[in-house]
Nanobody, 127 residues
Framework: QVQLVESGGGLVQAGGSLRLSCTVS????????MGWFRQAPGKEREFVAA????????YYTDSMKSRLTISRDKNKTTVYLQIDSLKPEDTAVYYC????????????????????WGQGTQVTVSS
């Protein structure tokens, strides 16, 4: 069983920054890609950022691309999402996700492509 635990969310003023973390544990695969998604109240879960197992490939949603940085540590067990210049419309629950990835340079950006999900961390941006 694979467990994902997010942290780093909270209440922040508009214009501020947050760094979200997602730690993977349990019976992990030899290589896995990871992604971040978010879900605001009454809305569908949407893609935010993705990173390959190698860490060399990443992909961002166009609407936030200039404000995001996704990275993973050398041990490949933790993925980070830096969000800068936060806006009230960024308020949502942010989820990390993981899936096996035999191709270490691949990333994935749709909900159905991921097998494992964390419980989410709340990000609230005040105006």
């Amino acid at each position: 069983q694979v467990q994902l635990v997010e942290s780093g969310g909270g209440l922040v003023q508009a214009g501020g920054s947050l760094r979200l973390s997602c730690t993977v544990s349990g019976r992990t695969f030899s290589s896995y890609a990871m992604g971040w998604f978010r879900q605001a109240p009454g809305k569908e879960r949407e893609f935010v950022a993705a990173i390959s197992w190698s860490g060399g490939m990443n992909y961002y949603t166009d609407s936030m691309k200039s404000r995001l940085t996704i990275s993973r540590d050398k041990n490949k067990t933790t993925v980070y999402l830096q969000i800068d210049s936060l806006k009230p419309e960024d308020t949502a629950v942010y989820y990390c996700a993981a899936r096996p990835s035999p191709n270490t340079g691949s990333y994935y950006y749709t909900v159905p492509e991921y097998d494992y999900w964390g419980q989410g961390t709340q990000v609230t941006v005040s105006s």
